[in-house]
């Protein structure tokens, strides 16, 4: 059991979920602390039936610390965790500032646990998007090994923070009414819209949400070789990203392996019926745990590929519920080693 655990960013939309997480699945703790910039320092925020209040986040502030797990932007990330480390605690990140820094870890519990060992002080949580297709291509890739991989994104608009699911609801208002819509969180209005740009240029015309995918996928599976093409939409849907892909593997796998894999996995369910109209939807998603896949079929292009549909709460597994699932390892590698 952790004396102290620290939550930085406890107030955003990530933040309140992991709270819920902790509080839901009965994380080994005696005291949780609560940090945030000075802007939300002295609010208080509510954690199962007590009221805690959100103390200033400053190298002072992780004396007697344990843990931390953090959801702030990659600038912020980037100047507190080392004070938490130096302080003694150990820091699992959620933002993009450390992931593909070689001495830190980039973890996914069902993917990837041992790495948990390797950590120095920082372990971090993958892009939301990366996370749920990982999990679903780990069983395909353990059994016949994964050669490439061509994705499409459908990212929800809450993957850019509060902001971006008031923008939405402001968006789809203006048009509804006619009226236009001066968007500032997306590049364009996203009411009834889809933007194929999440992120900025960053190489050969890819932008930096894409690239995350290839590098990430690559340092999580432990294999530099995987080929990834990504392209990463944002979608007028509050919760949920999906993604439509395609898996070249090594060696051929039938739909039936595939899904029989699927269905084994930890963290999986498969939803897969559609002569009764039956696959993973963001909103049947919202609010769960899981990576949902569907859609599974042959990719009649290839003889070694396999089409899917998959979908996951980016909120929860792409984010709160992943960075929680880290803790709970870390928590039982202490028991472990004492």
Same mark, same amino acid.
């Given at each position: ?51 805690? @209040? ?162 990430? @996928? ?35 796998? @039938? ?84």
């Amino acid at each position: 059991m952790f004396d102290c655990v620290a939550l930085v960013g406890a107030t955003g939309a990530v933040g309140r979920i992991v709270l819920d997480q902790l509080h839901a699945r009965k994380f080994p703790m005696r005291r949780l602390r609560l940090l945030a910039s000075s802007r939300s320092a002295g609010s208080k925020v509510r954690y199962g039936d007590e009221e805690i @209040t959100v103390e200033l986040l400053e190298p002072s502030a992780f004396k007697d610390v344990d843990l931390v797990i953090a959801s702030t932007p990659d600038e912020v990330s980037a100047e507190f965790a080392p004070w938490a480390v130096d302080a003694g605690a150990i820091v699992v990140d959620e933002s993009g500032y450390w992931r593909m820094d070689p001495k830190v870890p980039l973890i996914i519990p069902e993917v990837n646990p041992q790495a948990v060992e390797n950590h120095q002080g920082i372990i971090a949580s993958p892009n939301c998007s990366t996370t749920q297709m990982v999990v679903a291509l780990a069983p395909i890739h353990a059994a016949v090994g994964v050669r490439r991989v061509v994705v499409s994104t459908y990212q929800a608009t809450s993957g850019a923070g509060l902001a971006g699911n008031v923008e939405l609801d402001s968006s789809v208002r203006a048009s509804l009414d006619g009226q236009p819509h001066t968007p500032e969180t997306f590049q364009h209005p996203i009411g009834f819209n889809l933007i194929p740009q999440i992120g900025s240029d960053k190489h050969c015309g890819y932008t930096s949400e894409e690239m995350k995918m290839v590098y990430e @996928t690559r340092k999580i599976l432990g294999d530099e070789s995987i080929a990834v093409c990504p392209t990463a939409v944002r979608v007028p849907v509050a919760i949920g990203h999906s993604e439509s892909i395609l898996v070249e593997t090594k060696e051929p796998i @039938t739909v039936e392996k595939a899904r029989e894999l699927w269905q084994a996995a930890e963290g999986v369910t498969v939803v897969d019926d559609l002569d009764n109209h039956s696959y993973p939807m963001p909103r049947d998603c919202d609010g769960k745990d899981d990576v949902f896949v569907g859609r599974i079929r042959q990719d009649i292009s290839s003889d070694s590929g396999i089409a899917f549909w998959c979908v996951s709460d980016n909120l929860r597994k792409g984010a709160a519920t992943n960075a929680v699932q880290i803790a709970e390892l870390l928590a039982r590698r202490a028991v472990t080693s004492s």
